[in-house]
């Protein structure tokens, strides 16, 4: 059975300590892997709200935390809102994490968002 654990609303305020502790657990779960989501504000009810608390975290940063505590667990984005960032730019952050994974673990989930108050906040 393949389990992937979506660590978006974990990785928001986790700490070093608690993202290795998370870690281990999955893996001592047997859990396949884990996702992160790339929105600027966390969503309710589908709908990403900027509310102040919790502003969502960087999947690529976040995969990479794991990518050095685990050896097995595979790394996915949700979605990296692909209009937020230069692609260069993202080649090259894939490309390093692929590198800090071992060059397997590692699936890239790409979109052109559709937040309108996210592309708001960012002058977009």
Do not use: C, K, Y
């Amino acid at each position: 059975m393949t389990v992937f654990v979506d660590l978006t609303r974990f990785a928001a305020t986790a700490s070093r300590v608690q993202m290795r502790d998370m870690v281990a657990r999955l893996e001592d779960a047997g859990a396949t892997g884990v996702t992160v989501s790339d929105h600027l504000f966390h969503t309710r009810d589908g709908v990403p709200r900027r509310d102040g608390v919790d502003p969502g975290p960087d999947p690529l940063t976040t995969l990479a935390a794991v990518a050095v505590l685990s050896d097995r667990l595979e790394l996915q984005t949700g979605v990296v809102n692909a209009a937020w960032i230069h692609p260069a730019l993202l080649l090259r952050q894939f490309t390093q994490l692929a590198v800090l994974a071992g060059g397997v673990r590692v699936t890239a989930g790409l979109g052109a968002g559709w937040s309108t108050e996210e592309f708001a906040a960012l002058g977009l």
